[in-house]
């Protein structure tokens, strides 16, 4: 879906933005939105990095009891 958007589509997107919450607000919200993304970039490799030990253990735990 985000594919399709285009460099018309962004600009379009920013000035709806800039109309709507105006220059002061904007910023604030980028940081907003920046911040969220990177803790959620943080937690997502958090749980795959808590898998991978998991799957680990399972596979040490099985070689021990062959």
Do not use: W, Y
Not at 27 to 49: D, M, N, Y
Request: charged share 25%.
């Amino acid at each position: 879906m985000l594919q399709n958007i285009g460099i018309p589509g962004l600009i379009l997107i920013l000035v709806i933005a800039l109309v709507i919450f105006g220059p002061k607000k904007l910023p604030e919200i980028g940081r907003a939105f920046g911040s969220t993304l990177k803790e959620f970039k943080k937690s997502t490799r958090e749980l795959v990095s808590e898998e991978v030990d998991q799957a680990k253990e399972v596979m040490a735990s099985t070689e021990k009891k062959s």
